[in-house]
Nanobody, 115 residues
Framework: VQLVESGGGMVQPGGSLRLSCAAS????????MSWVRQTPGKGPEWVSA????????YYSDSVKGRFTISRDNAKNTLYLQMNSLKPEDTALYYC?????????WGQGTQVTVSS
């Protein structure tokens, strides 16, 4: 299983970023997928998930209305569109295979929201 995140960076408050996660070495379309974030000194925080077919989406209260998860099963890619970013969104963002019990994570992409 390989999960490779990209798209992170530094952005001002109120800005937007789009994260991508390229999946390989497994049948991507068979699995629910998630985004999880972590800041130093804190445990992982689940952010969002999407069902295998892309029909159902789930969000934490902290990002609901600002972030949108999506996937392209033909391209084996997971996305996270992040709008109206806040400093508290600063974290290392991981994509993970699964929803309730994610079994594989990528290496992460850093998102920093700062003026």
């Amino acid at each position: 299983v390989q999960l490779v995140e990209s798209g992170g960076g530094m952005v001002q408050p109120g800005g937007s970023l789009r994260l991508s996660c390229a999946a390989s070495e497994f049948t991507f379309s068979n699995y629910d997928m998630s985004w999880v974030r972590q800041t130093p000194g804190k445990g992982p925080e689940w952010v969002s998930a999407i069902s295998s077919g892309g029909v159902r989406e789930y969000y934490s209260d902290s990002v609901k209305g600002r972030f949108t998860i999506s996937r392209d099963n033909a391209k084996n890619t997971l996305y996270l569109q992040m709008n109206s970013l806040k400093p508290e969104d600063t974290a290392l963002y991981y994509c993970a295979r699964g929803y309730v019990a994610a079994d594989y994570w990528g290496q992460g992409t850093q998102v920093t929201v700062s003026s």
